[in-house]
Structure formats: C-alpha cells, structure tokens
C-alpha cells in the first residue's frame, strides 16, 4: 500500500508543476513570493542536514511532501502566482528530488527546460534564497485565523460568506512585545501591567495570548518588533477596523 501510494505521489508530480508553471505571470516579486522563497531556504537545509546524517526517511518526507505543500499553499493564496518564482522553486525542487527518485527527476528536468543531466547539477545551496521572518510569520497567522474560523463554522454550522477579523491595536501589539520581553529578561512583569493598565487591557488575556501562540511565534514576533498583522491580507476577507 505505501509503493502504491508513492508511486501516484511521484506520478501526480508531473501534471502538478506541469500546471503550475504554465499559469504563471511575468512581474515583480511580492509577500507571497518572499514567503516561498523564505521556506524554502529552510527546506534545503533541512533535507541537506537529513541527507548528510543518514536521516534519510526524513529528507524524503521534506523533499517530496513539505515543498509539495508549500508550493499548494502559495499557489491558493496567489492570485498571480509569479513564473520566476515557481521556476526558482521547482528547479531547485526537482534536484533535492533527485537522490530519492533519479529517473523521475531526469524526466521532470527535461520537462521544466533544464539542461543536462540532474544528478550532475550542484547540490542546492541556501543562497539563493533569502530568508524573510516577517513573511513567514504573516502566513502562520493567516493559517491560523483560517483554522479558527473553520473550527468556527464546525460549532456554528452555518454558511458564511464573509468574516470581520479585528487586529491589534498599537497600544495592545506594543503591550505584547513589552510584556513579552520584561518576563524573558528579568520575570517582573508588573512594571509593564501599571504602565498600560490605563488601556483597559487585561494583562491575563495578553498572557493566555501568548501561551496559544506557542514559544516560536511569540519568539519571532518579539524580534520583528514593528509587525502590523492589520497589513496582512487573507484572502478575500477584508481588516474593516482595530480594536
């Protein structure tokens, strides 16, 4: 059963990127693009570090299954996906594709216009792909308000045909990271609880905040200091105000 599903993993790849390149456009790069080419950078390091300790079920898993769901994701998300993004990606896919499935990779090199044969290329190196903090963690918050608003609609079962979402203000996100940042460096967070207790805010729903975030995203969010989750756009829903 597992070759059987492998074998229509590996045959569904052509028609996949087959479509996926050909409804492309020529433009400038944008968030989703710096998105994609922000993950995959860790893609390359994750299956190079697999690859090069003999984790080799895991470089697999990457390789195949985590790209594949990255360019899915992108290409929902993306009104216009862009060619020279997809062409980076899928050309750097194929290569860590090709330890695990080599006459396949040939075959998809020649499909997608590369030259030569695949198994001589260079291993992919990270260079090419930048990383983008800010990117990144503007599609896990999208990802998550999506999944809330599914579980949403699972309690309410009703149709919807549109969703208000209310964003941080600039008092509660710098609240946030204040808050954040006394806890981590000292553990005293009531200097930071007086100064904004004239928002209304309560200091237990900023903490129970944090704890459903998880240790990484606040993390990251703490660094990128200046993110405005109010600039996001999630599809057709719209940021009408903040609160």
């Known amino acids: 059963k597992n070759a059987e599903d492998l074998k229509f993993k590996i045959e569904s790849l052509f028609p996949f990127i087959e479509k996926s390149l050909r409804d492309t456009v020529q433009r400038d790069p944008d968030h989703l693009d710096r998105w994609l080419i922000s993950v995959m ?3 390359v390091e994750t299956v190079t570090a697999s690859v090069e300790t003999m984790k080799i079920r895991k470089a697999l898993s990457v390789a195949l299954l985590d790209v594949w769901n990255d360019i899915r994701w992108y290409l929902r998300r993306e009104d216009s996906p862009r060619r020279q993004t997809l062409e980076l990606v899928t050309e750097t896919w194929v290569r860590l594709l090709s330890p695990f499935i080599p006459f396949a990779a040939e075959e998809l090199n020649q499909r997608i216009g590369g030259k030569g044969l695949i198994t001589m290329a260079d291993w ?9 903090a800010a990117a990144e963690t503007a599609e896990l918050l999208v990802n998550s308000v999506l999944e809330d608003a599914r579980n949403l609609l699972k309690i309410i079962k009703e149709t919807k045909k549109s969703l208000t979402l209310y964003v941080a203000s600039d008092d509660a996100r710098e609240y946030f990271l204040e808050l954040r940042r006394a806890q981590k460096e000292h553990g005293d967070r009531g200097a930071v609880i007086k100064k904004y207790a004239k928002t209304g805010i ?5 903490i129970k905040l944090q704890y459903e975030l998880g240790e990484d995203l606040v993390e990251t969010l703490a660094r990128l200091k200046q993110f405005d989750e109010f600039e996001i756009q999630i ?9």
């Not at 599809?235 to 609160?243: K, Q, W």
């Open 41 to 43: 950078r860790r893609r």
């Open 124 to 132: 992919p190196s990270t260079i090419e792909f930048p990383e983008d």
């Open 202 to 206: 309560k200091p237990e729903r900023v």
């Open 235 to 243: 599809g057709r829903a719209s940021c009408r105000e903040r609160v």
